[in-house]
DNA sequence: TCTGGGGTCCTAGGACCC
DNA sequence: TCTGGGGTCCTAGGACCC
């Protein structure tokens, strides 16, 4: 009894969004840039068909958006990830084997639906995706997570399968897809890897299927056999429903002016600090030690460039963001240097530990009375944040964010915040 | 003028220990 | 004066993903 994997992934995810809460986009070309405006990150069928990259620096492509009435939007990622929720329960509706892989795609195992052809149960689920959640999604299907992924890219591919596509359905054809598949577009295979492999003369998914994995173990890593070993059908990466918890969190931006201030950069620093820590909090754990960095810009010719980081222990490992932002501080203040122009920074937390996982005080026992005073007040500004939007509170060494804030100037108005109060918009073209 | 953000896994090499 | 070998842990860097 082989399994059967179907990865689902939504169509161009971001732009799809903005499109269920204005029907007036359907069919026309829409961009999604990254944070401060930067990059494009998404696209509509329409906006790649003119021929905007994915990636691509937005200010190179602005006039051509400009001609064509490209609808351009600032990324607004509490909407992308109360949508990606709402897909998510719906396929979950369908069966518990689900695993979130990333804001737009599950894996979905479908090898124990009795009696049913799994492209049709697909269909079903694609359909009832698009009705529930206004969002268009494709489906592709295999004995393994890698001829999924191929899959799915041929039924995005080739609008007769209606977007679902079961790769072990395909009989003779399969190969002849297969082989028209840059090996640079099986996933798990990225650009250094697939320019060697091209070197190697296996070119497309279907010559590093009949690769010899001992060989490519030798010239490559395990990485890249177990990828030859899922290409003919044996699977080596499995469900993985349980999301274990991140071992590190960041938050880091890129600032809309650059910064030159060190009081300026102390806020930024603090600020991006108490974000780190409500995303700690939100999985339950503690942070033994932070890192900062700070860095100019790595494309400006005409200035000199310059980036370092610190990374400092944590004493007792901390999960309170005012105990943070002080290490955070401190940890500036050994790389911050006078006279340039900071163009990013972040910080990091890491070596995580579970929250309840107490470690002895050097010094004392741990105040049992005050700890769960500090656990309420910590709930009580995540409660806030959460329900009133973020910076609701605030810490005053975050200050008001004026000097180092990212840019936005395409944002979809405010339908993003307390989705729990929205109508439910369904696409125009549903039955 | 304008170039994102947030993760994972694997490996090599050094430190350290017995 | 000679000067082993193996294990573990940690870190940095390189690759990948969306």
């Keep these: 009894m082989s399994r059967v994997f ?70 607004n990622y509490p909407l992308y990830g109360d949508m990606s ?26 090898g124990h639906l009795a009696g049913r052809r799994p492209a049709d149960v697909a269909r079903e689920l694609a359909q009832r995706v698009r ?63 697939s320019k060697r492999l091209h070197e190697d003369g296996i070119h497309s998914a279907l010559d590093l299927r009949e690769a010899d994995p001992h060989l490519v173990r030798r010239r490559f890593n395990v990485v890249v056999e177990r990828i030859v070993h899922e290409l003919r059908g044996f699977s080596c990466l499995s469900l993985e429903q349980a999301v274990p918890p991140k071992q590190r969190i960041m938050t880091s931006r890129s600032f809309g002016e650059r910064v030159t201030r060190y009081e300026d950069m102390r806020e930024a620093i603090s600020a991006f600090t108490a974000r780190t820590a409500a995303k700690l909090r939100e999985q339950k754990s503690r942070a033994g030690a932070l890192m900062v960095f700070i860095q100019t810009s790595p494309f400006n010719e005409q200035e000199p460039f310059y980036q370092n980081g610190a990374t400092r ?18 940890a500036l203040e050994a790389i911050w240097k006078d ?3 900071y163009m990013k920074a972040g910080v990091m937390l890491l070596d995580l530990s579970p929250e309840d996982v107490v470690q002895e005080r050097l010094f004392g026992a741990v105040d049992n009375a005050s700890e769960s005073e500090r656990t309420k007040l910590l709930g009580v500004l995540d409660g806030l944040n959460e329900k009133m939007g973020r910076g609701t509170l605030h810490y005053a ?33 549903t039955p």
């Design 313 to 330: 222990q944590v004493v007792p490992p901390a999960r309170d963001s005012g105990d943070l932002i002080a290490v955070a501080q401190d």
């Design 339 to 341: 006279g340039y122009r």
């Design 85 to 110: 929720a709402r897909v998510m329960r719906t396929l979950a509706e369908f069966t518990p084997d689900v695993e979130i892989y990333s804001i737009d795609e599950a894996f979905i195992d479908l």
């Design 131 to 193: 009705r529930d959640t206004g969002i268009p999604v494709s489906v592709g299907l295999g004995p393994t997570k890698v001829l999924a992924k191929a899959a799915n890219r041929i039924a995005k591919r080739n609008p007769e399968t209606g977007g679902v596509l079961d790769l072990d359905a395909l009989g003779p054809h399969r190969d002849a897809h297969l082989a028209q598949i840059d090996v640079k577009d099986v996933w798990g295979i990225g650009r250094r890897w």
């Design 397 to 429: 060494a975050e200050g008001d964010g004026k000097a180092w804030k990212m840019r936005q100037d395409h944002r979809s108005p405010g339908y993003t915040t307390r989705w729990g109060e929205l109508p439910i918009a369904r696409a125009a073209d």
């Design 6 to 75: 179907a990865l689902v992934d939504c169509n161009n995810f971001y732009a799809s969004c903005e499109r269920v809460f204005d029907p007036s986009l359907a069919s026309r070309p829409i961009v999604v840039l990254s944070n401060n405006d930067g990059c494009v990150i998404a696209r509509s069928n329409e906006a790649k068909a003119l021929g905007i990259p994915m990636g691509a620096p937005f200010h190179e492509f602005k006039r051509l958006a400009d001609h064509d009435k490209v609808e351009v939007f600032s990324s």
